[in-house]
């Protein structure tokens, strides 16, 4: 059965000095450039003030009313997710929209607020190496690797397992080590064939569909599938590989979170500073039962 995320502290502070915010975005940088995310894309400091010091630390996908209230509450100095608050233009920040509220929640209660979205999902040791890994998948490259990086940062990622395995047995891997969120794990192809190269991508990957046939992955795992490119690429391929894993967007990364809170705790501490460093245990997955044939 698959597990649900649990709160819980990578680390607790001792009393020792605390870096400034200023340092914290620095090492933040070391470990998901912002030159790797996607020209679309919103990463980077939303609020919070560079000279003051960071003695807590909350991550979390989504930076939602429920996550920003956990992390305020617990006296949180940054709160950082993956997902960006303000991807999209804004005008306004007042207080009567729920963007707006968040701003001011966080402001008043001195939280800085990180978002590193498609430059973790593409950076070594981000959502995809972490997916990547959690799921046996090894020797890995990217599926479209980055314009501006190293030779193994770029989204997605495409390797191979140990040994081969049936396609419902390597479902029931991904299903037992998702969180667990009521959409669960849809899969189309044969059950019974044979799977060993793997692609895959955290969060939504159906731009990458061409990238996994032309990879020749026997499956593609990804998120968001929707029905015309999913329906497309199975016509394309004759409806045979890749197959396809469709995931929940939030399940397949919450995963990368408490790998990067451990970095960037274990980042700061080689810098002799002592933070507290919590991953959030809140699902914010945006669904909450599901029905299915016979239920």
Sequence with gaps: MSSSP??????????????????????????????????????????????????????????????????????????????????????SVEAGHFKGELVHDLIEAGCALLSAHTNSDSAIGGVNDVLAGLLGVQDTEPLRPAEAGLADEGLGRIGTLTAPVTLADFASTVFSVLPAVAGGVRVAGDRDALVQRVALCGGAGDSLLGAAAQAQADVFLTADLRHHPASEAREAAAQQRPYLIDVSHFASEWLWLPAAAEALDRALRDRGYDVEVAVSGINTDPWDFVLTPGH
């Design 6 to 91: 649990v709160q819980r502290p990578v680390q607790s502070s001792s009393g020792g000095p605390a870096p400034l915010l200023e340092e914290v975005l620095s090492i933040a940088e070391e470990l998901w450039p912002q030159a790797l995310a996607e020209s679309w894309d919103a990463v980077g400091l939303v609020t919070g003030r560079r000279d003051r010091e960071v003695r807590r630390i909350h991550f979390a996908v989504d930076p939602v009313q429920a996550v920003v209230t956990e992390a305020c509450t617990s006296g949180a100095d940054l709160l950082i997710t993956h997902h960006p608050l303000l991807l999209r233009g804004v005008h």
